[in-house]
């Protein structure tokens, strides 16, 4: 059976390496698309696919769509606002798959609009970062009509080293809003007691092995804990995103009359970063708030 003709809409660190898996294996991927068109055009012109301007474009030559872009209003942008959408060329049993990790409103929101084009929709939030997706080991978490799912799962599976169907449009972008709420916690906790045990004079290399061994293990101790020491924050999650993605939860905990000091902390924090101009820095780079001597002071 041929391939589905694949097109993305976003194609930063994580939407690039998606379209190249994809392509390496046979997929054909027949266009890409991005505000940024220099990035666009040097993608399509690696894979062989069209660049369109236009949206509508991007939809009447594929079968799938995938979107990843940043925040709220870029999903609406793409789908709702102006004249040239993702949904006013050809959409008939078009099937979006938005990756991005934006309110689960927003996913209720796009499904309606799919439903009317006759086209439609699923989330699938990744838990996963670069590496994950340039070798097609994403851990997705997909929200959406099941029968959708089992329509669009092949290709989800070859993006995916383990994938979980949630629920119904909104319920995934919850769950991954939970996910990264948490991640972002455990990196502040963490960078705080490294920052505490290097003012204290302990070997961070030894105080790391211990926290590996003890209850203050934690998956961001495994991906961040030597950068935190290092000041190596190459990017892999922004500060910008992981400040955003606290936002995502802070509204729902606020839609639901729950406080969560350490979330709306950690917030706050990383909209301190970006104040100071670290909002690109990884999600890592939080340690510079904490850590004695460093260029940036926590307030």
């Known amino acids: 059976m041929p391939k589905k003709k694949i097109a993305f809409v976003g194609v930063g660190r994580m ?3 998606m379209a190249r898996r994809l392509h390496d294996l046979g997929y054909p991927i027949v266009s890409v698309h991005d505000r940024h068109r220099p990035a666009a055009e040097s993608l399509a012109a690696e894979l062989g696919a069209a660049a369109p301007a236009r949206l509508a474009e991007v939809t ?3 079968d799938i769509i995938f979107t990843v872009v940043s925040d709220d209003r870029a999903m609406r942008s793409l789908y709702k606002t102006g004249k040239d959408t993702l949904l006013t060329g050809k959409t008939a049993r078009k099937i979006f798959i938005n990756c991005a990790t934006v309110s689960p409103r927003i996913h209720v929101e796009v499904e309606s609009l799919c439903r009317d084009a006759r086209a439609f929709s699923l989330e699938a939030a990744m838990a996963s970062s670069i590496p994950q997706a340039r070798d097609g080991t994403l851990y997705l978490m997909v929200g959406g009509d099941k029968k959708v799912f089992r329509r669009a799962e092949p290709v989800l599976r070859d993006l995916s080293a383990s994938m979980r169907y949630i629920g119904p449009a909104g319920t995934a972008a919850a769950v991954k809003a939970l996910v990264n709420m948490v991640m972002n916690i455990n990196t502040a906790a963490l960078a705080e007691g490294l920052a505490l045990g290097d ?4 070997d961070l290399k030894l105080l790391r092995e211990v926290f590996a061994q003890t209850g ?3 998956r961001v101790l495994e991906t961040d804990g030597e950068d935190m020491q290092n000041r ?3 990017c892999y999650f922004s500060a910008a995103h992981a400040a955003k993605d606290s936002g995502i939860a802070h509204a729902l905990a606020r839609s639901q009359r729950l406080d969560l000091p350490l979330n709306a902390a950690t917030k706050a924090q ?7 101009g670290l909002g690109e820095l990884d ?10 001597g460093r260029g940036a002071k926590a307030s």
């Open 15 to 17: 939407g690039a390496n």
């Open 216 to 218: 203050a293990n934690s």
């Open 60 to 62: 009447e030559g594929a």
């Open 199 to 202: 003012a204290l004079g302990i």
């Open 232 to 234: 190596d924050h190459d």
């Open 283 to 292: 999600k890592s780079g939080i340690a510079e708030l904490t850590f004695k």
């Open 270 to 276: 990383y909209e301190k970063m970006i104040s100071l």
